[in-house]
């Protein structure tokens, strides 16, 4: 009797190492530690209705060495450069 | 003309059109230099990036060679040189969807510091890092944090969707936006939205990591964007598109009917 139940202790003590060594652990799913941003607004590029007409969606924003910025949609005949 | 990949380098602007067939060469003031005329869609450069001197490109060239897929390129001939990452490494890339997704949607490249990030589209929660050390490219993946289990649903006929790619039709829950390098190389930021289906909100999630540990150090989202009256906006719709040297990012808000491209700090 006694031994049937350190058989079965040590049983669960196996399946608790298991399940802290691969469950548990997990891989890319352990969520890492809580972070929100707050974005702070320098400069606005345009303005609203004029950035509509002009690059409607832009799907690249460049920056060249010297800061200047360049904007193109997905679908455009020309680059726009601000 | 529809520009499929886009980058400065070296005063120059590298134009990659899928309709047009074309690579273009441009000065900084938008006149042509050259212009390498391709045969096919499938072998037209999808994204370009630089780091320091070496010009890299991604394509997915299903006719000739879909292994080469982000490879450094002679910055005036366009020719292959270094292939960096094949294909066959990218986890997930034998799932039919994401192979099918890659060339019109194959997620974005950013270089800074010493360090090319690039992250699929379709996120399964990897995000590849290339350094180019002794004229070798050296890659590693990092593991984001991928709170679903599956990155993307099929979509039955009828259903709202939001991307598609021929006949298939998919909503991807989890897609990557854009991944950079921050803080002079000790940080890489990603973004990306978790979307289960198209009635959700959008929010845009970011989670950041050491490049010393290739860990993961933060993970949360943009709740809040500041403008620079005062006014307070919750959980705004900020795409990252670019970012300068000192940290600040170039983002198209879409936050209202009105779209704006506002340069923000990140706190």
């Given at each position: 009797m006694q031994n049937s139940f350190f058989s079965f202790f040590k049983l669960c003590l196996i399946l608790v190492s298991i399940f802290i060594l691969t469950g548990c652990k997990g891989t890319n799913k352990q969520k890492p530690p809580s972070k929100n941003l707050k974005a702070i607004e320098v400069f606005q590029i345009g303005n609203e209705s004029d950035l509509k007409s002009i690059?409607?969606?832009?799907?690249f924003i460049k920056l060249d060495e010297a800061g200047n910025i360049y904007i193109a949609d997905a679908i455009t005949l020309e680059n726009k450069n601000f | 003309m529809s520009i499929k990949g886009m980058d400065i380098f070296n005063d120059k602007i590298y134009i990659s059109d899928t309709h047009g067939l074309k690579h273009s060469i441009l000065n900084l003031q938008g006149q042509l230099l050259a212009t390498r005329v391709i045969n096919s869609t499938y072998s037209v450069y999808k994204r370009f990036a630089h780091v320091n001197n070496t010009f890299f490109a991604l394509n997915f060239d299903e006719e000739k060679s879909?292994?080469?897929?982000i490879f450094t390129v002679n910055?005036?001939?366009l020719s292959k040189q270094?292939?960096?990452?094949?294909?066959?490494?990218?986890?997930?890339?034998?799932d039919e969807i994401f192979s099918d997704f890659i060339p019109t949607f194959p997620g974005e490249l950013s270089g800074e510091d010493g360090f090319l990030a690039y992250v699929p589209?379709?996120?399964?929660g990897q995000i590849y890092l290339i350094k180019m050390i002794n004229n070798k490219c050296e890659t590693k993946t990092i593991e984001g944090y991928s709170s679903?289990?599956?990155?993307y649903t099929k979509v039955a006929e009828g259903q709202k969707y939001n991307y598609s790619a021929g006949d298939i039709k998919v909503q991807i829950e989890q897609s990557s936006i854009s991944a950079f390098i921050q803080k002079k190389g000790k940080e890489l930021i990603h973004f990306f939205t978790t979307n289960k289906n198209a009635e959700e909100p959008l929010f845009i999630e970011t989670e950041i990591f050491s490049?010393?540990?290739?860990?993961?150090?933060g993970y949360g989202k943009i709740d809040e964007l500041e403008l620079k009256n005062g006014t307070k906006i919750k959980n705004p719709i900020l795409i990252p598109k670019a970012k300068d040297k000192n940290d600040l990012y170039y983002v198209y808000d879409r936050t209202k009917s009105l779209p704006a491209i506002r340069v923000v700090k990140l706190e």
């Open positions: 690059v409607g969606v832009p799907q | 879909k292994n080469d897929f910055p005036d001939s270094l292939t960096c990452l094949k294909f066959s490494e990218i986890k997930h890339s034998e589209q379709i996120y399964f679903l289990d599956f990155p490049l010393k540990t290739n860990k993961s150090i």
